[in-house]
């Protein structure tokens, strides 16, 4: 079992940046594989990016390619997901995820925390 907590939402102008972040408690945290999910409003809930368990591979969602980045502090059982270039439709709730490959935390993650809103202006 691994809890996690999300922090960094906020309301931002587009072309604002802000950094997300998700630690993780319970089981070791170089277990897991760790990603990032976002709900717009009215929309189904969408992969965004992921990161291995050491950090080796990434994987990120064409839509936001160049503008996010994800990395992970192992010291501080810390996933990060740095929002850059905002747009008004990157609003929605972003969630983090953990499982065991980086395979399945980009579709079915087992683990879920509870999210965080982040709000773009035009």
């Known amino acids: 079992q691994v809890q996690l907590v999300e922090s960094g939402g906020g309301s931002v102008q587009a072309g604002g940046s802000l950094r997300l972040s998700c630690a993780a408690s319970?089981?070791?945290?170089?277990?897991?594989?760790l990603g990032w999910f976002r709900q717009g409003p009215g929309k189904e809930r969408q992969f965004v990016a992921a990161?291995?368990?050491?950090?080796?591979?990434?994987a990120v969602v064409d839509s936001v390619k160049g503008r996010f980045n994800i990395s992970r502090d192992s010291a501080k059982n810390t996933v990060y997901l740095q929002l850059n270039s905002l747009k008004p439709e990157d609003t929605a709730v972003y969630y983090c995820?953990?499982?065991?490959?980086?395979?399945?935390?980009?579709?079915?993650?087992?683990?879920w925390g509870q999210g965080t809103q982040v709000t773009v202006s035009s």
């Open positions: 990161i291995s368990s050491g950090a080796s591979r990434t």
């Open positions: 995820a953990a499982d065991f490959t980086i395979a399945r935390v980009s579709s079915t993650p087992s683990y």
């Open positions: 319970g089981r070791p945290f170089t277990r897991y594989a």
